[in-house]
């Protein structure tokens, strides 16, 4: 994902559907942030 301006999240609700955590890069987190999140480094 490159960007997320909505308030719930969208990689929340692709969470929500069925796609894994690791599936998912938040690309708008810089990489030394990354870790942190719940979600795939890359």
Do not use: K, S
Not at 31 to 39: A, Q
């Amino acid at each position: 994902m490159q960007r997320d301006a909505t308030e719930y999240g969208v990689a929340n609700e692709l969470v929500d559907l069925g796609v894994p955590r690791e599936d998912i890069v938040l690309g708008f987190q810089a990489p030394f942030n990354r870790p942190y999140t719940d979600f795939v480094v890359a």
